[in-house]
């Protein structure tokens, strides 16, 4: 079997913020209550009776996005120099 550790990749948007990659964990995102564009967009799931969102979260520095993945229990990778 393969190792269980999943890693999150980091990367900088242009926007200046920092954030993950890829197929993101819902432990790592932020659970909002989904809006019709959510529902009607099926990103929506029902959990304990209502409709909820899981959203990537983004961060000001790198290194906040390291330490959240981190204590989510997964390892950051950061982009490789070409």
């Known amino acids: ?10 990367i900088q ?3 200046g913020r920092f954030g ?7 432990s790592c995102c932020k659970r909002v209550k989904a809006d019709r564009s ?3 967009g ?13 959203r ?10 390291i330490d959240h993945a981190n204590a989510c229990g997964f390892e950051a990778k950061l ?3 070409a």
């Open 1 to 10: 079997m393969f190792g269980s550790k999943v890693g999150l990749h980091v």
């Open 13 to 15: 948007f242009p926007s």
């Open 20 to 26: 993950y990659v890829g197929s993101v964990p819902a």
């Open 38 to 40: 959510a529902i009607m």
């Open 42 to 54: 099926c990103r929506a799931v029902r959990e304990d009776g209502e409709m909820v969102e899981y």
């Open 56 to 65: 990537p979260m983004s961060f000001e520095t790198q290194k906040e996005a």
């Open 79 to 81: 982009p490789v120099a």
